[in-house]
């Protein structure tokens, strides 16, 4: 088959361009209306005013007060600043040092808890997931002590699509007294983010899965919880995050978030089919393949597999090579050569989960884009069969 | 005299409008270039070799290795990332829990030390300074313990403009053999930056300070300083800072400073007669002001006085109502009422204080602005002493 003209991309878990109406949105920004926000003359106020309406556009979303709403530099920092802020804070008020968590969180989440055991005297229960990534809500429950702090269970998983029981798990976190955060990150744009039905105390989005900026987050922070600031200068953010505010950003990252909720029905439903024909396609075409997470309760644009004896990092090339940009798990971790934490929470073999895939579908994605992968992955999945050591074994023993 | 047509800004210190070659550089990254650096496919990489790029742009002109230049989201996370990364890893290695400081820092700086002081077990030293805004090396040097862990001292203050003898307080770091910190945040773009000839081990810069946009920022840390990460997750950064990478603003940081050290020399010598002519006007033609910090070795742009008998706020606004754009102080504390704790260290009476205005020039800025300006603020202050109490008082008493 013809490599396409036009590079298809299929990792918007990783990261998404720049809708055109979120830069045009953007641009003045960095141009005519450069001022301050905290600036007390008009060219600054006007700053101030922007930063005013996009608090209240992302607090419409979530369904909570402005003032609620804390931005960040991203997703991460938004993560950190829920663990440290409330962890450091609530510990100070005597209120514990014992963090609940899951063992299939973002690193942004699960390195911040090995930091603050290692460093600062806290303590993590990760609790485990099933066969296709879900936490117990029950585990949750049975988890919390005497000192639990905090509790952070992600809302939907990056790996491996799998939507958590959030609502159930801050049903539990509530009749503790216990705060609850959830990484909304991979959700945002995609999921509804009311966080009263979703009965989370803190939640954490970042713009560039949404079609907005990469560099600026969000940090959701229920009324009364108590957040020690872990950036710490000027009063900006009512004093919850210190910082020059990100004008052009904040805007882009509030008109992309508009944007993703008022035509979230129709592109998740158009999305979702072409999931849909990706994981058939996948699953019936090529053998020894199995598809990762939950089956159906998953984000509607991840599909996600594990493919016997292949490396993901080569299938990946190969994708490339023929103009298919694709994900063997976190872009965040891709570094590594240690085969995926989440795959292994979820029982997986080290030496299969070493073959996983990660298709992330998106706004531009076509059902011809589809059909391109579903023809060409069979022929690079064959080709790195042949290759392969294991495979041949295995072949040669079942035959 | 008639308002001019075009907005005069004199508040460089607090923002400058991003450079349109700048934006032109960030633009494709918005767009076609979209990818994340982490990722291994081609368009992953060529957002990873942008910022390698970047990287040794901002290198060259910190005369350091590219792995010693940290990408952050802001100057104040830069401060931050000094002072608390520093702080804890040294203290995790037993070398002490004492930082020494000045009285004028940027809250940045001087809210994180009482952050670290209050909740962190740490203790801190804050130095004096001249009447000019001087630190005097030997009172560093003086204030070094057995237990001190790191100095932070701002090359150049963001008030009033003083600069700070970097050099020499770096030496004497050195023979004390603890690690220098340098908030260069408003020296960065006009100050040299080669951290050998400061002696420092760390250096903070903000692009919004230099054209750039704002929301990105440079911790440079010298190879052998241990710093311990304050926002974890992937491994971005060289594991010093976690976060998808801003791969546009990382672009746009490394152009506007390489155009700032580009045009140097010539930009520092026209501004700084703009200054010159403006600090002199104002000095001859109102009685009872007097220039604030010290008065040559300040920075080029920087224009800061105090008024006697008047609200620096109120000399804002008129200002801002007659079409110039102008700050009593920092930018970052203009929500509050209390007088510039900067202005209090130099032994400037509470009530004078108040009576603050600061000036801060740029490129775009004429001989004509200046000429405006010091054609109009006279009326204004006469204006607001007229209707001031103390000053009636003051001049019945003289009469």
């Known amino acids: 088959m013809q490599k396409p003209s036009k590079m298809i991309y299929m990792d918007h878990a990783a ?28 060219l ?38 829920a663990l440290r802020g409330v ?24 390195h911040t808890c090995e930091q603050l055991e290692k460093h600062f005297g806290f303590e993590t229960t990760y609790l485990p997931v099933d066969q296709h990534g879900l936490v117990d809500p029950d585990d949750v429950g049975r988890a919390i002590k005497d000192n639990t702090t905090l509790i952070s269970i992600m809302y939907a998983n990056n790996e491996v699509g799998t939507i958590e029981p959030i609502a159930e798990i801050g ?6 007294g216990v705060p609850f955060h959830t990484d909304a990150v991979q959700a945002g ?52 995050r210190a910082g020059t505010e990100n004008v052009p950003y904040i805007v882009g990252l509030a008109t992309a978030l508009k944007i993703a909720y008022e035509e979230l029905e129709a592109n998740n439903r158009r999305i979702a089919a072409l999931r849909d024909r990706l994981i058939e396609g996948v699953l019936g075409r090529i053998v020894e393949v199995a598809l990762t997470g939950h089956p159906t309760n998953r984000l509607p644009n991840s599909a996600s597999f594990v493919f016997k004896y292949i490396e993901g990092e080569s299938m990946l090339l190969n994708l490339d090579l023929a103009g298919v940009c694709a994900s063997s798990g976190s872009a965040c971790g891709s570094a590594s050569l240690e085969p995926s934490h989440v795959l292994l929470a979820l029982g997986i073999p080290h ?5 996983s895939l990660r298709l992330t579908l998106g ?3 076509t059902t011809e884009d589809v059909d391109y992968v579903l023809e060409i992955l069979p022929g690079i999945v064959q080709k790195l069969r042949a290759m392969s050591p294991l495979y041949k074994a295995n072949v040669m023993r079942k035959t």
Chains 1, 2 share one sequence.
């Open 44 to 81: 600054g106020q006007e700053a101030a005013k922007a930063i005013d309406e996009a608090r209240r556009t992302v607090a419409d979303i979530l369904a909570c007060q402005p003032r609620e709403v804390i931005f960040t530099s991203c997703g991460t920092e938004s993560d950190n600043l």
């Open 189 to 240: 744009g995609t999921l509804g983010l009311d966080v009263n039905e979703l009965n989370v105390d803190l939640l954490s989005l970042s713009a560039h899965k949404f079609y907005g900026p990469k560099g600026v987050g969000v940090l959701y922070v229920r009324q009364g919880v108590p957040l020690l600031p872990t950036q710490t200068g000027g009063g900006h953010e009512h004093n919850y």
């Open 15 to 42: 990261t998404t361009a720049v809708d055109p109406r979120v830069v045009e949105a953007m641009l003045p920004y960095f141009g005519t209306r450069y001022g301050n926000a905290s600036s007390i003359y008009g």
């Open 87 to 110: 962890g450091w804070a609530r510990r100070n008020l005597g209120k514990g040092n014992h963090i609940v968590t899951s063992s299939i969180e973002h690193h942004a989440v699960s």
């Open 351 to 355: 030496e299969v989960a070493h073959g």
């Open 171 to 176: 049903q539990i976190a509530r009749e503790k």
């Open 363 to 365: 706004r531009e994605n």
